[in-house]
């Protein structure tokens, strides 16, 4: 087949039904690594799906346990074709989040695949079984379509992203030889935008800590005690207000970033426009800069009392989990020891700094001007039409670090998302128009890898 032939046979895979019956099948696991899941359900995602479906494409597989305890299982397959060619690693997590069927809209359920339209619902669709399931069949047409796939290829398959990654970078180090590469090209994350080709270099780092107030046992007669006893809800907020202002501005002085360089700037300047408030974030900001290139706070969850049933108590404790999302020039080992003395300074001892037990994801930017970047910049513009969005590091968190840190290796991710896809909450999706241009822009660079022998200087 020719080129046009396999990437038009590519494009038809997503077009015609073929990917969405496999997608179905992926959905159908569930492979939950938080806490509705089952380690039988993550094995089972690799041993069923995974080692049979790249046994077909001449991949020697193997399935690993995870080096630390009780951690999830992992694989690693390789299909390798000559010892003088280029060899691409890339990744995909087959584990997701929790399914909450509960709040998912009628009609919809976490575990079936169901389309309306051109969306793809289920949990795991967007993040991140479409997205590697893509990738794979992309190279799937390729060795088909030329008989071989001009380069040598590795996957790495985790099943714990969704609890940080957990044990990924142990692993890693032991299996640095199996897995060394001369570039991570992987996919993961959302487009910037639904009609236009992203791609990024690295990834914002997530760490996630609580706040607690324990000021005595049980709750007290809000009359009675009302006036004496110290609220703890109302200290937490405080201190909650003393790390973050009215509109959500750092004042951890160490937790503004000194990254936001020119250069970084400049990369952020063009990006279109953002969905956001207008009078929140950084004010001398662009939105863009504030996601791609700031620090931010969330509080994800608080507690204390009963909501649902408020009694007129003064809780005795009240608890917050916070994650501050943070870039590159952030130092990850001073984020809570800077928090502590910020809490100490400002009056709030008595709130206790608890790290969280799920492990965190360090902060990476890989330069926009290496020649692989450039060179799948290429790829995806001729093979797609657009100029895709480049942006320094993705807004969210990825195990990035792993790739660069360990393995040492250039890494450029191409997300098959958008958005608006609903990940980790209800009624999660995919939508079919972005999974068939992903299976053309895939397919075209890794024939563009095969037909410029995995040299990153030009496009053929």
């Known amino acids: 087949m020719n080129r046009n032939a396999i990437i038009a ?273 950084e004010t001398d900001l662009t939105p863009s800069e504030r996601v791609f290139g700031w620090n931010s706070l969330a509080v994800l969850a608080i507690s204390s009392g009963n909501i649902a049933a408020p009694q007129n108590a003064i809780a005795g404790s009240a608890r917050a989990r916070c994650q501050l999302r943070f870039v590159v020039g952030t130092d990850i080992d001073d984020i809570l020891p800077a928090l502590r003395r910020h809490l100490d300074a400002h009056g709030f001892s008595m709130v206790e700094v608890r790290e969280a037990k799920e492990e965190p994801f360090k902060a990476t930017r890989f330069p926009p001007d290496h020649p692989w970047v450039r060179f799948v910049e290429r790829s995806i513009a001729a093979s797609s039409g657009k100029s895709p969005h480049v942006l320094p590091n993705l807004a969210g968190s990825l195990p990035n670090d792993a790739f660069t840190d360990i393995l040492g290796l250039p890494t450029i991710w191409i997300p098959h998302s958008h958005a608006e896809c609903g990940q980790h909450g209800p009624n999660e999706h995919a939508l079919l128009s972005i999974a068939e241009e992903g299976m053309r822009v895939m397919t075209a660079l890794f024939l563009d890898i095969a037909d410029n022998g995995g040299k990153p200087d030009a496009i053929a």
């Not at 479409?130 to 060795?143: P, T, W, Y």
């Not at 088909?144 to 890693?172: D, P």
């Open 9 to 281: 046979a590519a494009s038809a895979y997503a077009r015609d039904g073929a990917l969405a019956g496999d997608l179905k099948r992926l959905v159908a696991h569930r492979s939950i690594s938080q806490s509705e899941g089952t380690p039988e359900a993550l094995m089972n995602y690799l041993a069923d799906e995974m080692v049979p479906m790249l046994a077909g494409l001449g991949y020697e597989s193997g399935i690993f346990a995870n080096p630390r305890e009780n951690g999830a299982p992992l694989l690693i397959a390789s299909r390798i074709e000559g010892d003088d060619l280029p060899t691409v690693l890339t990744y995909g997590h087959g584990d997701v989040c929790n399914g909450e069927a509960s709040r998912w809209r009628k009609g919809l359920e976490p575990f079936s695949l169901i389309i309306e339209g051109d969306k793809l619902f289920g949990r795991g669709t967007a993040d991140n079984k479409i997205q590697h399931l893509i990738n794979i069949k992309a190279l799937e047409h390729v060795i088909k379509g030329r008989g071989s796939l001009g380069f040598n290829s590795k996957i790495v398959i985790e099943m714990a992203e969704e609890t940080g990654s957990y044990g990924l970078r142990e692993f890693f180090a032991q299996q640095k030889e199996a897995l060394a590469a001369d570039v991570l090209i992987a996919s993961d994350g959302p487009r910037l935008t639904v009609d236009t080709p992203t791609m990024f270099m690295g990834s914002r780092g997530g760490l996630p800590f609580d706040l607690v107030v324990n000021l005595r046992d049980g709750d007290h007669h809000s009359g009675n005690f009302g006036g004496l006893l110290a609220d703890p809800v109302i200290i937490l907020s405080h201190a909650i207000a003393s790390i973050v202002d009215a509109r959500g501005q750092i004042q951890v002085p160490e937790w503004r970033p000194t990254s936001l360089t020119d250069d970084i700037r400049l990369a952020l300047k063009d990006l279109p426009p953002r969905r956001h408030d207008l009078d929140w974030g």
